[in-house]
């Protein structure tokens, strides 16, 4: 059966000693994703934003005219999703996986638990990996967010990552690879040399039904230019 976590380099760990999923740094002080973002934090800001289209559809209809005081939010927003500004009709609850996916038409970020536990959804907004399942659309505007389709060049050229990914033969069925190469960019471009150990750590936000973590390392090693 495969592993369904990075494995520990060390064989006697103890499963209270391996990564979690929880959103907090980890042992090693590497951010495996934004420690600002917790489940608990995403529900509150979509029952605030629900009452808030609420109570401006209701002043809607008693008014009969546009609302634009207080308590409304301005659903045709500006993104700037990998260095380019879109314009998109953005609902108040909207997830940036939702938008990304079905609004721009950006499907290769994935929603695989849309909960905030496997990571297939990781985008890197402001330089910091986060689950785009978890983020409020409306939350990210006037931020730089950063999917796995704006890495290559405009020649088509893959970024250094996607191009270790190939060579490393890292994928299995491939569904979680778009995550997993954003927190290895995420990673590379704060810690271009890091250990085996800092890599596993960094990577421990993102699940694989396959298993195939040790395929991801080699990845990231070669892409860090150090042998794996
Ligand atoms: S789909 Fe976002 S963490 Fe699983
Ligand atoms: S889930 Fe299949 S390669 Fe990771």
Redo the contacts with the bound molecule.
């Keep these: 059966m495969p592993a369904l976590r990075y494995p520990d380099t060390a064989p006697e760990s103890t499963a209270a000693s391996r990564p979690n999923f929880d959103f907090t740094n980890n042992k090693a002080g590497i951010q495996a994703v934004n420690p600002n973002l917790t489940r608990r934090r995403f529900i509150k800001g979509v029952i605030a934003s629900s009452v808030a289209a609420a109570s401006t559809n209701a002043g809607l209809r008693a008014a009969g005219a546009q609302d634009q005081g207080s308590g409304t939010v301005e659903r045709l927003v500006s993104l700037n999703i990998n260095g380019r500004v879109r314009r998109v009709d953005v609902l108040p609850q909207e997830t940036l996986a939702y938008t990304l996916r079905y609004k721009l038409g950006l499907t290769g970020t994935k929603i695989g638990c849309n909960r905030g536990e496997c990571g297939a959804c990781t985008v890197i907004i402001d330089g910091v990996t986060n689950y785009s399942c978890s983020t409020l659309t409306q939350s990210v505007r006037g931020r730089a967010v950063r999917t796995v389709e704006g890495l290559q060049a405009a020649d088509g050229t893959l970024h250094p990552v996607q191009q270790a990914f190939v060579d490393e033969l890292g ?7 778009p995550g ?1 190469v954003m927190s290895a960019v995420a990673l590379l471009e704060e810690n271009p040399r890091p250990t085996r150990e800092e890599a596993r750590q960094a990577m421990s936000g993102n ?4 298993g ?1 973590y040790d395929h991801y390392l080699n990845s990231v090693m070669r892409a860090s230019g150090q042998s794996s």
């Excluded at 994928?171 to 690879?177: A, E, I, L, N």
């Excluded at 699940?207 to 396959?210: G, K, P």
């Design positions: 994928p299995q069925c491939g569904f979680c690879t997993q699940i694989c039904r396959c195939a």
